[in-house]
């Protein structure tokens, strides 16, 4: 009888690839979990672009089992809430693990272990403790497209907003990173994700957006329409 999983899903990078790998060790995914906060600094949770989920889980063919979760995103609060949906979740569609795509925040993983304790299930954690420079590079060579959608620190342009990340812009990162001491997976929340194309999809997402600058070194992008097509398209206009 195969294991059941209840995958979380922000949209980024690190969600998805942790989706697959599940999917990967045999995981049957009951039931995937995308949370939105109502604050914009929650300590968990990554928000931008989480509407667009329901594009990538309509992709997987996985849109009947997708929960979109609004939660407060005030700290702790935010943990014992998502405790409470997951818990109605589980009783509709049952699951003994929760896959999670941790690299290295202690913050995070030590409240999703709490998590899974409470709703007695295990966690799974593929790329847990990975390298992170490798890291990227694996999300590459697996075929997980990815765009990147806001940008927190100083050292990254507001031109990678909305770009591919394949290996030539990820070696330009690379160089970044060590010379800004960003981190280079950003793990920091230093830059968010979001996966435009992956194995497990049957369509890419193609996406019209524009480059808006928030502060000094603070840019997002906009998404203005998204939708499923053949081919993964980002088209950038000026606003």
């Known amino acids: 009888m195969p294991k059941k999983a209840c995958s979380l899903l922000s949209g980024g990078k690190d969600s998805t690839y942790a989706l697959h790998k599940a999917v990967d060790f045999g995981y049957e995914i009951s039931c995937i979990a995308s949370i939105k906060p109502k604050r914009n600094d929650s300590y968990m949770f990554h928000f931008p672009f989480v509407e ?3 594009l990538q889980t309509e992709s997987m063919g996985l849109k009947e089992i997708h929960y979109l979760l609004n939660i407060s995103g005030e700290k702790e609060k935010e943990v014992e809430e998502l405790y409470n949906e997951l818990y ?7 699951f003994d693990t929760l896959v999670i795509g941790g690299i290295a925040s202690q913050y995070q993983l030590k409240r999703f272990e709490y998590l899974a304790r409470k709703l007695n299930v295990n966690l799974f954690d593929p790329q847990w403790g990975k390298d992170p420079i490798k890291y990227m590079y694996e ?3 697996y075929n997980i497209s990815f765009i990147i959608t806001q940008i927190t620190t100083y050292g990254i342009p507001i031109d990678f907003l909305g770009i591919k990340v394949d290996k030539n812009v990820l070696k330009k990162l690379v160089d970044l990173s060590k010379l800004y001491g960003f981190h280079i997976a950003f793990e920091g929340g230093e830059a968010e994700t979001f996966v435009i194309n992956a194995p497990l999809f049957k369509k890419g997402i193609c996406l019209e957006a524009y480059r808006k600058k928030i502060s000094e070194f603070e840019y997002s992008l906009v998404p203005k329409k998204a ?3 053949d081919n993964a398209e980002i088209i950038l206009n000026n606003y």
Do not use: G, R, V
Request: charged letters at 30%; one cysteine or more.
């Open 52 to 54: 667009l989920t329901n």
């Open 88 to 94: 109605k979740i589980k009783k509709i569609n049952d």
């Open 139 to 141: 999300l590459i060579d």
């Open 227 to 229: 939708f499923l097509c």
